[in-house]
T-cell receptor, first 111, second 114 residues
């Protein structure tokens, strides 16, 4: 069964303290892995798409990496405005554009 | 990326009534999706709406309860029918354009059923 597991469920960091969020996936052929950021009361905001193992994408303090079994979202020197829930989703090769979603990691950055 | 708006942004409705949620996109898109997100939970796909064809519903969701329209390439509606408190949730519209797999989301509609 295709599934996505994110860890940890919640992460509290001090401002400037770098860390990583994990997204483990099981899918019968990966078409793409997607990272989103969601602020309270808002829709998810698209961050990155990763297609193949070894691929990396960066945006400001965020860097996403992909292996055959998992993806990491690295946050370097985070600021309080990086506080949000980060969602991971995968799309299988045989899907009709459907995404399989993880439960998310709630990130809190304390000033 | 597409700019997506939803109406209403929030509503409080009585049990047994229906609410129609609108999703408008600023450009033509291939596929539109409707999700439900309950408090503290991740996203659950309700249905996929393609222009000119019937919506495709996920397991656990039926057309009588969640009728969907997709009259053109920039607009869709989701109706939540005969509502109960269990329907209280955030309803999200998303779109995917031809040639890309990522989805872009609207701001959501927060529904409370009393």
């Amino acid at each position: 069964e295709d599934q996505v597991t994110q860890s940890p469920e919640a992460l509290r960091l001090q401002e400037g303290e770098s860390s990583s969020l994990n997204c483990s996936y099981t899918v019968s052929g990966l078409r793409g892995l997607f990272w989103y950021r969601q602020d309270p009361g808002k829709g998810p905001e698209f961050l990155f798409t990763l297609y193949s193992a070894g691929e990396e994408k960066e945006k400001e303090r965020l860097k996403a990496t992909l292996t055959k079994k998992e993806s990491f979202l690295h946050i370097t020197a985070p600021k309080p405005e990086d506080s949000a829930t980060y969602l991971c989703a995968v799309q299988a090769e045989d899907s009709n554009y459907q995404l399989i979603w993880g439960a998310g990691t709630k990130l809190i950055i304390k000033p | 990326s597409a700019v997506i708006s939803q109406k209403p942004s929030r509503d409080i409705c009585q049990r047994g009534t229906s609410l129609t949620i609108q999703c408008q996109v600023d450009s033509q898109v291939t596929m539109m999706f409707w999700y439900r997100q309950q408090p503290g939970q991740s996203l659950t796909l309700i249905a996929t709406a393609n222009q000119g064809s019937e919506a495709t519903y996920e397991s656990g969701f039926v057309i009588d309860k969640f009728p969907i329209s997709r009259p053109n390439l920039t607009f869709s509606t989701l109706t939540v029918s005969n509502m109960s408190p269990e329907d209280s949730s955030i309803y999200l519209c998303s779109v995917s354009t031809s040639g890309s797999y990522e989805q872009y989301f609207g701001p959501g509609t927060r529904l409370t059923v009393t």
